[in-house]
T-cell receptor, first 110, second 117 residues
């Protein structure tokens, strides 16, 4: 069966450090993968999309990598700030439908 | 641009009653709207996909007669939870794809917290 796995344990990091989140998947061949941010009691907000033929994508302090051989995406937040504290979700696309991972909560301490 | 609203943001209803949730794309026309459900500390689960003027496509295990979806225009979709029960208590989130942009990006509403007593 298809699975999308994200580390369910919260990631606690010090302000200024780089947070690295992992998204692993099985039994998928996604054309692209997306990362979203979700704050408590709110809907997800789109952050980045990376296609299967792209190795890396950057947006400001965010960086995403996509390894279709390992079936893994890494999401990095560099120079993290307390305002980056949230849950980060990866999502794989099949057609126009998205399937979400369970999300990883990030807590950036000042 | 690409703002999606939901109404109400919170609703409490009694078991056996029906609740309607509205999802609107405020500044764009939506090709497709999606309805998700999220239980505490869990991820979003897609319930159904709807296109304007056509019947919604429901995911496996989602009862179409219980979760009625109406997509009357390119800017409005509604989800009605009929004969709600406490197990239907959840966070319901809609999203929309922008007609003039990549179909890959989904713009999410703020969610509706439903509590059935």
């Amino acid at each position: 069966s298809q699975k999308i796995e994200q580390n369910s344990e919260a990631l606690n990091i010090q302000e200024g450090k780089t947070a690295t989140l992992t998204c692993n998947y099985t039994n998928y061949s996604p054309a692209y993968l997306q990362w979203y941010r979700q704050d408590p009691g709110r809907g997800p907000v789109f952050l980045l999309l990376i296609r299967e033929n792209e190795k890396e994508k950057r947006k400001e302090r965010l960086k995403v990598t996509f390894d279709t051989t390992l079936k893994q995406s890494l999401f990095h937040i560099t120079a993290s700030q307390p305002a980056d504290s949230a849950t980060y979700l990866c999502a794989l696309a099949a057609g126009n439908k998205l399937t979400f991972g369970g999300g990883t909560r990030v807590l950036v301490k000042p | 641009g690409a703002v999606v609203s939901q109404h109400p943001s919170r609703v409490i209803c009694k078991s056996g009653t029906s609740v309607k949730i509205e999802c609107r794309s405020l500044d764009f026309q939506a090709t497709t709207m999606f309805w998700y459900r999220q239980f505490p500390k869990q991820s979003l689960m897609l319930m159904a996909t709807s296109n304007e003027g056509s019947k919604a496509t429901y995911e496996q295990g989602v009862e179409k007669d219980k979760f009625l979806i109406n997509h009357a225009s390119l800017t409005l979709s509604t989800l009605t939870v009929t004969s709600a029960h406490p197990e239907d208590s959840s966070f319901y989130i809609c999203s929309a794809t922008h007609r003039d942009r990549s179909l890959r990006e989904q713009y999410f509403g703020p969610g509706t917290r439903l509590t059935v007593t």
